[in-house]
């Protein structure tokens, strides 16, 4: 008889402490989220894609109490799987440091995003290039180029001249990420898509018919004029 009291009694112990480790381990356990690093200023812009680069300059993980998962289930989660689903997706709003990570801050679709680049009052084009007229390889997705023509005056004489200044190149051939270009190592391209203000367009269009050449990009240094020059990189 005291043997089976002695058993239920460390039943009952051995019951009391894996219920106590039970509340322990569950207010003790923790989950991880994706946030923006804490950088005071820093925005990310609508239209910012995300690459490796960017993966490991602007996301940290935050470590929380689990038993706060209800009120963050929004957030999404650091792990493996999502980091790689994140590659690739595209910011459809502006989001300030510190901010965590959730799905309806990216757009569906890249078309969508793509569309969602251009600022209000421009309007995006395309035009065919050859490679050697536009600093070879070096123009990609982001870069800011003038765009100059070649105008014959005379049989002997011909005349160069500004057609559009610092605007930004949205695509490169089918390619508009700058990860994507470097991921395909720079692949060959005919054309580029540019974006600038509705009247540059039409003014572009008229000017470009009538030169005698092909049209010739030129390289622009990103920083030039910029007022958050980490802005205007990441949002390259």
């Not at 995300?50 to 957030?75: C, G, H, N, T």
């Not at 092909?214 to 390289?219: F, P, S």
Request: glycine share 6%; charged share 25%.
């Amino acid at each position: 008889m005291r043997s089976l009291f002695y058993f239920l009694a460390a039943m009952l112990a051995f019951g009391v402490a894996w219920f106590y480790y039970q509340e322990v381990a569950t207010q003790t356990a923790t989950m991880r989220k994706l946030r923006l690093v804490a950088e005071d200023g820093l925005v990310i812009r609508a239209g910012t894609e995300i690459d490796d680069a960017f993966i490991e300059k602007y996301l940290v993980s935050q470590e929380m109490p689990l038993m706060l998962a209800e009120d963050f289930r929004w957030a999404l989660d650091d792990n493996a799987a999502t980091r790689i689903n994140l590659r690739g997706r595209v910011f459809g709003q502006d989001v300030p440091s510190g901010s965590f990570l959730q799905r309806a801050q990216f757009f569906l679709t890249q078309e969508n995003a793509f569309a969602r680049r251009i600022k209000p009052g421009n309007r995006a084009f395309s035009i065919p290039v050859e490679p050697n007229r536009t600093v070879e390889k070096f123009i990609s997705p982001g870069a800011r180029v003038d765009v100059i023509g070649t105008y014959e005056v005379s049989q002997t004489e011909a005349r160069s001249k500004l057609l559009l200044e610092n605007i930004e190149v949205m695509a490169v051939g089918e390619v508009d990420s700058r990860g994507e270009y470097e991921t395909r190592d720079r692949p060959d391209y005919n054309s580029v898509t540019l974006q600038a203000s509705a009247a540059d367009v039409e003014r572009f269009l008229a000017e470009a018919e009538t030169a005698t050449g092909a049209l010739t990009l030129v390289l622009r240094n990103p920083c030039e004029n910029a007022e958050d020059c980490i802005g205007e990189t990441v949002s390259q």
